[in-house]
């Protein structure tokens, strides 16, 4: 079956140290997401891609980074981990046609920077 | 700026009652609505969907309803089952960007 993983699904890092999460998706998808979850504040998207090579910002980009080489893959850096990067971090994927914007969403990755 | 907003963050009812959960949008250009349940430790799951040209959209045991004049959403689940205990989001479509834009979330509590 299709399926969108993350990993690591648990993470502690330093301050200051770059970190990468994975994100891999089978369904083919053109369209994938990373989105950050804190309490209080829902969903806040970070980076966003519409296809091989294509990388945009979204709402709370500063300190984070995307590429996307391949379909199934965006991994997400961050550049020099902040504490204030402690978060469930969550990949998603769309076919984004407007028959369907429904996201699968992974099963995310916990993230504490000490 | 625009924003998808909940008008309860808790709502606790009882097995086999009917829920609702409530949900304001600013944009009024939104055409496009999306109800995602999130149990504990999992990402968020797709439960119905609706697209502005519709008042009214029925699913297995949830109903989605679309208010436009108040710009207003609501998710009603019939016969609430323990299973449902979840947050619950909103979330809206809008142009130009076509990126969704999620609420803060309402927990869900089913007491026995």
């Known amino acids: 079956d299709a399926e969108i993983t993350q990993s690591p699904r648990h993470k502690i890092t330093e301050t200051g140290r770059q970190v990468t999460l994975a994100c891999h998706q089978t369904?083919?998808?053109?369209?994938m997401f990373w989105y950050r979850q804190d309490l209080g504040h829902g969903l806040r998207l970070i980076h966003y891609s519409y296809g091989v090579q294509d990388t945009n910002k979204g709402e709370v980009s500063d300190g984070y980074s995307v590429s996307r080489s391949n379909t199934e893959d965006l991994p997400l850096t961050l550049e020099s981990a902040a504490s204030s990067q402690t978060s469930v971090y969550f990949c998603?994927?769309?076919?984004?046609?407007?028959?369907?914007?429904?996201?699968?969403f992974g099963p995310g990755t916990r993230l504490t920077v000490t | 700026g625009e924003s998808v907003g909940l008008h309860l963050p808790t709502l606790s009812v009882q097995e086999g009652d009917n829920s609702i959960i409530n949900c304001a949008y600013s944009n009024s250009a939104s055409d496009y609505f999306i109800w995602y349940k999130q149990e504990s430790g999992k990402g968020p799951q797709f439960i119905i969907d609706i697209r502005s040209n519709m008042d009214k959209r029925q699913g297995q045991r949830v109903t989605v309803l679309l208010n436009k004049t108040v710009k207003h959403l609501s998710l009603q689940i019939a016969a609430t089952q323990p299973g449902d205990s979840a947050v619950y989001f909103c979330a809206e479509l809008s142009s130009p960007a076509r990126q969704l834009t999620f609420g803060s979330g309402t927990q869900l509590t089913v007491l026995p």
């Open positions: 998603a994927s769309s076919f984004g046609t407007s028959s369907s914007y429904e996201q699968y």
């Open positions: 369904w083919n998808h053109n369209n």
